[in-house]
């Protein structure tokens, strides 16, 4: 079972990705919007990915 301090280290970042991504999609059309984007699509996927690895790093 994760410890709240776990879910809130993996839960931060994906609220932040989303909130830039929402953010920078409704600036779409200028600079700043593509880059909150680019920023918040980040976010999400290093979270995603840093669990995964260190799931995979816990099985061996």
Partial sequence: MTS??????????IIAGMILLAIGFNFRDKNVGVFAMWIGMLLILATVVIKILSKLNESL
Avoid: D
């Fill in 4 to 13: 709240m301090s776990a879910l809130n280290a993996m839960l931060v970042p």
